[in-house]
């Protein structure tokens, strides 16, 4: 099996390209993954890739799908793909396929139940007709791909253009549209950006509800289908106390926790989008001193808008097919699911083995006071200065500090769990009074710990705009490096109640990271 994709990896030079290099598995959920890429590569053209056997096969179309059956458009059937392809987005700068990708649609796929000639893919596409049906945001209905001529393609040959041609036509059924030009929708439905906004470096885009949205929230009674950004979700428990307020507020019921993390959607959504996450769920808040358990399975009920992503490298017994969250109706969605604490992975689903940010979390003892705390970001501070790198802190929203670094593609998670230690540790010998190196929490002595740890595969820290379980609903907030010196900070200052007025007045400070590409220096 593994051979499938051996056309593929030869093709690329994996410390070149940002592309996954990927591995052949079977996804055992039983739905198919479809994803279409709009690719402008020396020729602009649409990869359809459709999950067969473990792989995206997958053929380049020059003018793109369509829902118009009048269209019959000629593709170019293409090497197969690792899985983890169907995630990525970027600037492919030199070698084989050079050029920008943005995934401009996906979903699942089925073949056409009407034709048993489709029952089974691999057999199908082998046989040169594969007819198929379509459930994705932009392209939905029946199609069929059939091949026209040419030759098999030579082995471990290039993009074999004039080789293996085929015709995509979508059938006349109730979902086509007479006329429809894939040209007319420029926009990614992962990160809703162009192929130009790829190459600019912009970050996604992500709305929030509108007033009316908000209107019909507040008018639910306890239990009520919400519709947000064009997905409708069921909310339940509306006006159940998860938590007591702050200062003589209001206790928080569920209703403001789903108020707030639609609203929050466009500005934490880009520290989200396409990684998994895990959640720290709290089902009835922490009213009694309730506890919470993590949770990272994507539930069976979840509905269709939230992306699956089956984990390649799950061992037997561990959770294999998780979330990935973002935008508004998704975060409304894990709102209600009671997903409290937000906490995504430091890599993203096309690539899980590189890390985009290398992690510092300063961890506060028991004894630690929050001025101590304060001494040791500020030494970071001055560290990122010396090194001439871009970071940020943010604040957890208990009673820690964290530091987000943003690297290029291309670093283990082992080369920045080393940065982050050696740098952690150079720090730690400015205030040695002040950090324990003990593993164990009793050793301590009740000093704070440098935790470099957490830089590895599916550890997780707190997501910048998630809420924490605690009262009055405080949220991990990214800050200005200036902003360590003001009197006011403190580790819990902002809630759910008062973070989109910072964010109105400041900004986010985070966004200076999107985008960043830096390299880690030797200490
Ligand atoms: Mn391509």
Not at 17 to 22: F, L, Q, S
Not at 74 to 97: C, M, Q, R, T
Not at 272 to 281: D, E, H, I, K
Not at 415 to 424: H, I, K, P, Y
Request: proline share 8%.
């Amino acid at each position: 099996m593994s051979e499938k994709l051996a056309t593929y990896q030869k093709m690329r030079d994996f410390s070149a390209t940002p592309e996954p290099a990927g591995v052949v598995f079977e996804n055992l959920d039983g739905r198919r993954r479809f994803v279409v890429q709009r690719h402008r590569a020396t020729r602009l053209h649409y990869d359809l890739r459709l999950e067969i056997g473990g792989v995206l096969v997958s053929w380049a179309v020059p003018k793109g799908p369509s829902l118009d059956p009048a269209r019959k458009n000629l593709a170019v059937k293409v090497e197969d793909h690792p899985y983890a392809y169907g995630w990525f987005e970027g600037n492919i700068g030199s070698g084989y396929g050079k050029g920008d990708v943005i995934v401009w649609d996906d979903g699942w796929w089925e073949p056409d139940p009407e034709y048993p000639d489709s029952a089974d893919p691999e057999r199908a596409v082998a046989a040169g007709e594969l007819k198929f049906v379509l459930h994705g945001k932009k392209l939905r209905g029946r199609y069929v791909i059939v091949k026209t001529g040419g030759r098999p393609k030579t082995r471990g040959g290039a993009s074999g253009k004039e080789d293996d041609q085929w015709l995509l036509i979508h059938k006349k059924d109730a979902d086509a549209v007479p006329g429809w030009d894939p040209e007319d929708h420029p926009h990614s439905v992962l990160s809703n950006r162009t192929n130009p906004d790829v190459v600019a470096g912009k970050p996604g885009v992500w709305v929030g509800p509108t007033k009316a949205e908000l209107k019909a929230l507040d008018a639910i009674h306890e239990k009520g289908q919400w519709t947000i950004a064009g997905e409708t979700t069921l909310l339940t428990n509306l006006d159940k106390v998860f938590m007591p307020g702050r200062d003589g507020e209001p206790p928080i019921v569920k209703r403001d926790i789903v108020r707030y993390y639609a609203q929050i959607a466009p500005w934490m959504s880009p520290y989200l989008s396409g990684r998994p996450v895990n959640f720290n769920r709290f089902p009835d808040g922490i009213v009694g001193a309730k506890k919470g358990f993590w949770h990272k399975a994507v539930p069976t009920h979840a509905p269709d808008f939230i992306r699956r992503w089956p984990n390649p490298r799950a061992s037997t017994g561990e959770t294999r097919d998780y979330m990935l969250v973002d935008g508004a109706p998704a975060l409304v969605w894990a709102a209600n699911f009671a997903g409290i604490e937000m906490h995504p992975w430091t890599s993203t689903a096309a690539n899980p083995d590189q890390p985009s940010y290398a992690l510092v979390d300063i961890d506060p003892g028991p004894n630690t006071t929050w001025d101590e705390t304060l001494t040791m970001a500020r030494l970071f501070r001055v560290a990122m200065q010396q090194l001439d790198l871009t970071a940020r802190a943010k604040v957890t929203g208990q009673r820690g500090i964290q530091i987000w670094i943003p690297i290029r593609s291309g670093y283990t998670f082992r080369q920045t769990s080393d940065f982050v230690e050696a740098l952690s540790r150079t720090v730690g010998r400015v205030v040695p009074e002040l950090v324990s190196w003990n593993w164990t929490k009793s050793d301590r002595k009740g000093l704070a710990r440098l935790d470099y740890t957490q830089n590895q595969v599916n550890k997780t820290l707190v997501a910048p705009y998630s809420m924490r379980p605690a009262a009055g609903g405080p949220v991990s907030v990214p800050i200005e490096w200036d902003e360590l010196d003001d009197p006011r900070l403190a580790p819990n200052r902002w809630t759910i109640r008062d973070v989109m007025a910072r964010l109105k007045k400041v900004g986010d400070p985070f966004a200076a990271l999107v985008g960043v590409e830096q390299d880690l220096p030797t200490l």
